[in-house]
């Protein structure tokens, strides 16, 4: 059976088509500067096409992905009827999207009314859907993947937020969490690579990249995340301040006459480690700096770590105990010195890194000592994969 996966952007879209019987990815690409003048790259047989080619919207965008994945020579099938469904990225589906779902017009207008709260990312995904509706026909199941779905059954004692009761009521302002689909997808790979039922164990998965968050997975469910009713909560990150006190942001909108828009601004796009490096928002050159003596970068790390630390500690604690410490995404898959710090103030828990294991990467693995009491483990997230994944169970219900 063949999946194919859409990550739709404003003027981009990326995709895969998935093997399922294999999970095995048959073709991927991405489409660039649509509404523009347009790049399309296509990879498939080892080999890589990149064309300059105008894609005036997104359904322009699909017929061409649908060209070449039944192309002659660049095509891995022979007709788009191979393909069993097609799964969307989607990020906010706020309390209404709570799984992945089949999507159609009616929950596409309910899709539409919840642009408010991801206005960067949801409009696009809606975009996305309808365009392969559109190309592909409908008798192609399109299902809906949310990255807040994960999280929404974590218990209200974590999700809402001490401010007056009616603007959860009222807006449904309360913790939804992001990066699910990577908490959920590492989370169970976590369980088998130990051998153990999800049920059995109590994980705090890390995703760390250029955004981060943690979750606290307890029986392979999550009950509590550091993301909150944006991905701009939890930790420091990239460019994004995290928890800070939210009386800073009223004060320096006062002292410095900024408008809503412009604070949002400066905690989403020049905070965080550039904010406090002054630098970078990313770790290697922060590394790379902070190896030469700068000690912005150096304190933008070490925050970074001692951050991280406190929410292990944090999740260890909501849950009663926790097994395994799992690192995914760009810091966590990579940087075994940024590991390295953050174990070393959790070894109080009962664990410690094998170094060896710990400088190694590109594959899923225990990198803790044998016997330790909690297991770290590194696991590369596949977010595709996983929406591949959660598609398929969606249209074999
Ligand atoms: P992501 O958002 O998951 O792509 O992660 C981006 C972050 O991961 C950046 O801060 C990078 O410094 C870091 N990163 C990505 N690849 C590597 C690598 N090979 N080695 C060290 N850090 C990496």
Not at 237 to 249: E, K, Q, S, Y
Request: hydrophobic fraction near 40%; include cysteine.
């Amino acid at each position: 059976m063949k999946i194919l996966v859409i990550n739709a952007g404003s003027s981009s879209l990326k995709y895969q088509l998935f093997d399922m019987d294999r999970s095995e990815v048959l073709a991927k690409g991405l489409c660039e500067r649509i509404g523009l003048d347009g790049c399309f790259t296509h990879k498939a047989k080892g080999e890589e096409l990149v064309l300059e080619e105008t894609m005036n919207n997104h359904s322009e965008a699909i017929k061409l992905v649908m060209k070449y994945l039944t192309d002659e020579k660049w095509g891995v099938i022979s007709d788009i009827s191979e393909i069993s469904a097609v799964g969307h990225r989607a990020v906010h589906g706020a309390e209404k999207f709570v799984e992945a779902t089949l999507m159609d017009e009616e929950k596409l207008a309910i899709m539409d009314s919840l642009a408010e709260f991801a206005p960067l990312h949801n409009p696009p995904s809606v975009v996305g859907i309808r365009a392969c509706m559109e190309v592909m026909g409908e008798d192609v199941p399109q299902v809906g993947v949310y990255d807040t779905a994960f999280h929404y059954g974590m218990p209200k004692t974590a999700a809402i937020y001490p401010i007056p009761y009616e603007y959860y009521e009222k807006y449904g302002i309360r913790r939804y969490g992001f990066h699910g689909t990577s908490h959920g997808f590492v989370a169970g790979e976590c369980a088998k690579l130990l051998g153990k039922a999800p049920e059995e164990l109590n994980i705090v998965t890390c995703h760390l990249g250029n955004g981060s968050s943690i979750a606290a997975v307890k029986g392979g469910k999550c009950v509590d995340t550091s993301m909150g009713f944006t991905p701009l909560a939890g930790l420091m990150m990239g460019t994004r301040c995290g928890d800070i006190d939210p009386a800073v942001a009223t004060f320096i909108m006062n002292k410095e006459g900024l408008t809503p828009d412009q604070m949002s601004d400066i905690m989403n796009k020049k905070s965080g480690a550039l904010g406090v490096s002054g630098v970078s928002s990313d770790f290697r050159d922060l590394a790379a700096e902070a190896e030469k003596g700068n000690e912005r970068c150096k304190l933008a790390l070490d925050m970074f770590c001692y951050q991280v630390s406190k929410y292990i500690g944090a999740y260890a604690a909501a849950m009663g105990g926790v097994d395994a410490i799992v690192f995914t995404a760009g810091i966590g898959e990579n940087n075994g010195v940024i590991r390295e710090k953050i174990i070393k103030n959790v070894e109080f828990l009962g664990t410690k890194l094998d170094a060896e294991k710990n400088a190694q990467r590109g594959f899923a693995q225990v990198v803790s000592e044998e016997g330790s009491r909690v297991q770290v483990c590194v696991i590369p997230t596949n977010e595709e994969l996983a929406i591949a994944q959660q598609t398929l169970k969606v249209i074999s219900k």
